[in-house]
Structures are given as structure tokens and as C-alpha cells.
């Protein structure tokens, strides 16, 4: 099917490492900050979320990262599976505000 | 989670005519957003969908070209009008609790 994410950053990872995808985000009021792992023909399914008053959250296999200070998110994911591959977005809001997404980037595992 | 289905999965349209996308959300929500997502780009907000009143629209999208329906708390649609190559988007339906949104399969459009 069409891919989403043609022009996008690409991250290669080989199967079993840790990938880590980077985010910033642009608005230093954003309170809320989402990553979402979208597949080809697929639309964005949620993975892990935080709040700004945490700098850390871990969920199975990912963890978030949140650095306010520069405006910066990140996500880890141990051992890397070919099921991870994908486009990885990074979002954000404030208040009930509706998500800003970020530009993505995709993640390319080497089996 | 919210599930979200959205109909037509896909289609190919003539310039100049419309299309209108369904969603569905299997739970009732106030709050649904339509979201575009050009080739090999991010998501962008069109509007947001609350049942009752008029959708509130982003910058750079505006109702005639864009009209939304929210007839009731689990149901939207969006029309996408007077269609040119442009418009060749994925569209994607959104809805949740809080701030955690989930989205829909989304509808890819090609317009010739």
C-alpha cells in the first residue's frame, strides 16, 4: 500500500538495539505530549503520553522523555522489532486544546 | 480506547466534484477533529467537531470548502468540495477523553 511518510527523517535501527526518535515541540505552554506509531495505510494508534509535570514515563518496552527546559520530547523503545517500523509523530497540547503534531520521522528496522 | 471507524476507505475522484467522509465512533464524545495528512507530511487540524454547534475551523481552512456534520455525540462527516489535485490527501477523523485523541483508519483521496 502508499506510505505515509515519504519524505521523512529516517531512523535505522538493527533489530535487538534501542532506538531513540527526538521531538521538539514548539510551544513552551503545551502541557500534554503524545507519541503516536503509524503504520502504512494505517492511522496513528497511541503509544505513550505524559504530562509536564513529569520528566519521565515508561509504558512496555518505551519509555518518554520530556526536557521543558529546551523544549524537547523523546522516545526510547528497547529491543527493537521489525514490528516496529513505522512513522513515529510526536504531538502536543495545552489545556483541552486539540493535538499539534510534529513532523515525524520514520523508523526502519534491520532485521 | 475509542474504535473509529471511517467510510470510504479510499477513493478516486474527478476534479470539481465532492466527496463527504463518515466516521463513526463507538462511544458517545464531545469532541471530534478532522485531520489532513498530505503525502509524506504530519497531520494537520482542519477543525473541530462538537455536537450542537458550528465546527470550529483552523487557519487555512474555511467551511465552504470543508463542511462538517455532527448530528449527534458518535457520528461526524466531512465534505470535501469542489475537489482539485490538491485536496489528493489522507483524511483522518479523531475523537477522545481528555486529551488523549484517537484516530480513525482514515480515507485516502486522489483527485485526478
Known amino acids: 500500500g502508499e506510505s505515509v511518510g515519504l519524505h521523512l527523517p529516517t531512523l535505522s535501527v538493527q533489530e535487538g538495539d534501542n532506538s531513540i526518535i527526538n521531538c521538539a515541540y514548539s510551544?513552551?505552554?503545551?502541557?500534554?505530549f503524545i507519541w503516536y506509531k503509524q503504520e502504512s495505510g494505517k492511522g496513528p494508534q497511541f503509544i505513550i503520553d505524559?504530562?509536564?509535570?513529569?520528566d519521565k514515563r515508561q509504558g512496555q518496552r518505551v519509555t518518554v522523555l520530556l526536557n521543558k527546559t529546551v523544549k524537547h520530547l523523546s522516545l526510547q523503545i528497547a529491543a527493537t522489532q521489525p514490528g516496529d517500523s513505522a512513522v513515529y509523530f510526536c504531538?502536543?497540547?495545552?489545556?483541552?486544546?486539540?493535538?499539534?503534531f510534529g513532523k515525524g520521522t520514520r523508523l526502519s528496522v534491520i532485521a | 480506547s475509542a474504535v473509529i471507524s471511517q467510510k470510504p476507505s479510499r477513493d478516486i475522484c474527478q476534479r470539481g466534484t465532492s466527496l463527504t467522509i463518515q466516521c463513526q465512533v463507538d462511544?458517545?464524545?464531545?469532541?471530534m477533529f478532522w485531520y489532513r495528512q498530505q503525502p509524506g507530511q504530519s497531520l494537520t487540524l482542519i477543525a473541530t467537531a462538537n455536537q450542537g454547534s458550528e465546527a470550529t475551523y483552523e487557519s487555512g481552512f474555511v467551511i465552504d470548502k470543508f463542511p462538517i456534520s455532527r448530528p449527534n455525540l458518535t457520528f461526524s462527516t466531512l465534505t470535501v468540495s469542489n475537489m482539485s489535485p490538491e485536496d489528493s490527501s489522507i483524511y483522518l477523523c479523531?475523537?477522545?477523553?481528555?486529551?488523549?485523541?484517537?484516530f480513525g483508519p482514515g480515507t485516502r483521496l486522489t483527485v485526478l
Open positions: 479523531s475523537s477522545g477523553r481528555g486529551n488523549e485523541q484517537f
Open positions: 462511544s458517545q464524545v464531545t469532541m
Open positions: 510551544n513552551s505552554a503545551s502541557d500534554y
Open positions: 505524559i504530562r509536564s509535570n513529569m
Open positions: 504531538a502536543e497540547s495545552r489545556g483541552n486544546t486539540p493535538l499539534v
